[in-house]
């Protein structure tokens, strides 16, 4: 057993010249381009076309600086289990790569037993430093990731199903027996969401400072949580569900229900944007590729699905039950039942996922949670006798981006990195299926004038040329009887559209009657009435 490097489809090694770092660098920034440019050409206003013709040159030249700090900046390459002959990579356990990592990275598998206050269910932040874990018997923690130390942690004596991190690690959210609460990371209880209910599952849109929560009557709310809110509350009218995950692309929340559907909500409707039959039975688990084009849902028919947002289409199916999905940022799909977790890949890259490696937890446990932790190849598991750890090596993103996630930020960053959050915080009416959308310019279809409206127009085009004064010219050529004939010409050539403009409307009129007049079935009495085309 070996862990190797995954080669990209780019090359490595220096090009020879000039030219060849260009088109390297072009094919790089393909992938950070915000999609295809937006159609200027049928723009008029000309200082919105100005606007859009800069903002896209911004976005080109973000792309490429982005391209070059892949090439030439990033330092780690992520590295993928590779096995040896007939030796297969599922069949590798955890002792043996704890064997072959270093000291650091050995600390991350570790099993914490506290069975008298589980199950458990834990939450990650963006950066990955940070663990949130919540027992259903009233037990909450913060935990430090970097050096495996308990920052806080309290009873709060009832039940907990479900924890969240806000925007930061400062902040957590949890869902117990009869309301909601939002704790400082000092255990401090600073608010009571009330209007929520008795809530089964919570979950955090960053990019909107959004809580939104499905509790045990089947209510959707959102809560902005910088203003405190209530942005959205509506009724599935599916009944109760404990299945809810965000599609990390759009910030759509998706939803999992009994009768096997998956439906996708939006802030500002109260209907499903798209209600989706996804099994043949109670749908169990949900989970998102980090691309957001890739969904994969597990049902009570002991299949696990997967669906290319793109077209809304089922494009693998695979045997087999589970409690819980979670994807990790490199596209690793780990899937949770009973004691057994199996995580799945896509090793060719054509959206054909495989077995990569499986686990067995001590028999007893009862996994209810999975979560992958950010920019580390860290799989962290939630089950009934406390929480636990394994490495899953090219589950995580190698680079983090301080500008987005920095696991070593300082107070003062924090405090910084906030206050702009709060500034670029995007309204609800920019949650869309589609946000590519957002930025370009809606064309408006043209609808067709009634005849009442082409009468006036072809009126106003006459008195026009009416009023018009024609150029006074000498020898006789402004007489009355030549201005005469001018002046009809021209009522005739503004006439000229608009009666073009008629009778192509009667032919397809007429042309259309005749095509449905042909489709109907005449009964044997009137047949010999019907129209018949001449023989040849």
């Known amino acids: 057993m070996e862990i190797t490097h995954d080669q990209e489809a780019l090359p490595n090694s220096k090009p020879s010249t000039e030219q060849d770092i260009i088109d390297e660098l072009k094919l790089r920034s393909k992938k950070y381009l915000r999609g295809e440019g937006a159609n200027l050409k049928g723009l008029k206003d000309k200082k919105l076309r100005s606007q859009l013709v800069a903002r896209e040159k911004l976005y080109g030249e973000s792309a490429k600086a982005a391209a070059k700090a892949e090439k030439w900046i990033m330092p780690s390459d992520q590295g993928f289990l590779e096995a040896e002959g007939i030796e297969k990579t599922y069949r590798i356990k955890q002792e043996t790569i704890a064997r072959e990592v270093d000291i650091l990275s050995s600390r991350n598998q570790y099993d914490i037993t506290l069975p008298e206050l589980g199950p458990y269910t834990l939450d990650f932040t963006s950066s990955g430093r940070y663990m949130a874990v919540g027992g259903r018997k009233g037990h909450l923690a913060i935990v430090d990731m970097m050096n495996l130390s308990l920052i806080r942690e309290l009873q709060v004596r009832e039940t907990v199903r479900d924890v969240a991190f806000l925007h930061n690690e ?26 929520h209910g008795s809530v089964l599952r919570l979950q955090f849109l960053k990019n ?29 009218g599916l009944g109760r569900t404990n299945v809810m995950q965000v599609n990390p692309y759009n910030s759509v929340v998706s939803l999992g229900h009994s009768a096997g559907t998956v439906t996708m909500w939006k802030p500002t409707s109260s209907s499903p944007l798209v209600k989706m039959l996804c099994h043949h039975g109670p749908v169990s688990a949900l989970a998102f590729h980090p691309n957001g084009h890739i969904m994969a849902t597990a ?53 054909n996922y495989s077995r990569y490696m499986t686990h067995s937890m001590v028999k007893g446990y009862q996994i209810g949670k999975l979560a992958f932790r950010p920019y580390e190849d860290v799989l962290g598991i939630g089950h009934s006798m406390g929480w636990s750890s394994i490495l899953i090596p090219g589950a995580g993103e190698p680079n983090f981006d301080s500008w987005v996630a920095n696991p070593f930020e300082t107070p003062k960053q924090r405090r910084e990195k906030e206050v702009q959050s709060l500034r670029d915080k995007l309204p609800v009416e920019t949650i869309m299926l589609d946000p590519s959308k957002i930025g370009t310019v809606k064309f408006t279809k043209k609808e067709k004038p009634t005849v009442e409206e082409m ?50 409307e009667e032919k397809n009129a007429s042309s259309k009657k005749q095509k449905t007049n042909e489709g109907v079935e005449l009964p044997k009495s009137l047949q010999r009435f019907a129209h018949k085309k001449p023989s040849s």
């Open 455 to 504: 009468d006036a127009d072809m009126e106003a085009a006459v008195e026009a040329v009416k009023g018009k004064k024609l150029k006074k010219k000498t020898k006789g050529r402004s007489k009355a009887g030549k201005i005469m004939p001018k002046k009809q010409d021209a009522i005739a050539t503004a006439k000229r559209p608009y009666l073009e403009q008629k009778i192509q």
């Open 208 to 236: 909107h400072f959004l809580l939104a929560s499905t509790n045990k009557f089947g209510m959707l709310t959102y809560q902005d949580v910088s203003m405190g809110d209530i942005v959205g509350k509506y009724r599935t």
């Open 170 to 195: 400062l902040f957590f959210a949890a869902a117990q027996k009869k309301y909601s609460y939002i704790y400082s990371r000092e255990g401090t209880e600073l608010h009571c969401l009330k209007d």
């Open 299 to 351: 049902g009570k028919d002991k299949k696990i699905k997967l669906w290319d947002l793109r077209k809304y289409e089922a494009f693998q199916t695979l045997p087999g039950h589970a409690n819980t999905l979670e994807f990790s940022q490199k596209g690793l799909l780990a899937c949770g039942n009973g004691s057994y977790i199996q995580v799945l890949r896509d090793v060719s890259g054509a959206q």
